[in-house]
């Protein structure tokens, strides 16, 4: 896998979220962001705070931590559902993880 910066010019889709996520204790255990979006006219209000992965040619996986509500959203590529969420699945000891029961399309 390797990590991915900006532009992410590719089609994402949602795949789940983790909920009351803290930012600092995610930036020790994932590392720091591939990209932090600070203009929250291109978020969701706040700052965000990206990982994106290939996984391989046109598969990615990735993480987006919307600060302000302490979500952390799973995205992925059309097909790397299950990828995505076991590359994440660490994060489960220490937050709550909801799996969508279909991916949104971003």
Same mark, same amino acid.
């Given at each position: 896998?390797?990590?991915?910066?900006?532009?992410?010019?590719?089609?994402?889709?949602?795949?789940?979220?983790?909920?009351?996520?803290?930012?600092?204790?995610?930036?020790?255990?994932?590392?720091?962001?591939?990209?932090?979006?600070?203009?929250?006219?291109?978020?969701?209000?706040?700052?965000?705070?990206?990982?994106?992965?290939?996984?391989?040619?046109?598969?990615?996986?990735?993480?987006?931590?919307?600060?302000?509500?302490?979500? &952390?959203?799973? *995205?992925? +590529? %059309?097909? @790397? /559902?299950?990828? &995505?969420?076991? *590359?994440? +699945? %660490?994060? @489960? /000891?220490?937050? &709550?993880?909801?799996?969508?029961?279909?991916?949104?399309?971003?």
């Amino acid at each position: 896998m390797q990590p991915t910066k900006p532009p992410f010019e590719m089609d994402l889709y949602l795949a789940g979220c983790f909920h009351f996520v803290g930012r600092e204790q995610l930036h020790e255990i994932l590392g720091s962001p591939a990209y932090v979006e600070t203009d929250s006219h291109a978020t969701f209000g706040g700052q965000e705070d990206w990982w994106v992965m290939q996984i391989s040619p046109g598969e990615f996986i990735g993480l987006c931590l919307r600060v302000p509500y302490q979500d &952390a959203v799973i *995205y992925c +590529s %059309k097909n @790397s /559902k299950t990828s &995505a969420e076991a *590359y994440y +699945s %660490k994060l @489960s /000891k220490y937050w &709550a993880y909801e799996s969508y029961p279909e991916l949104y399309p971003l």
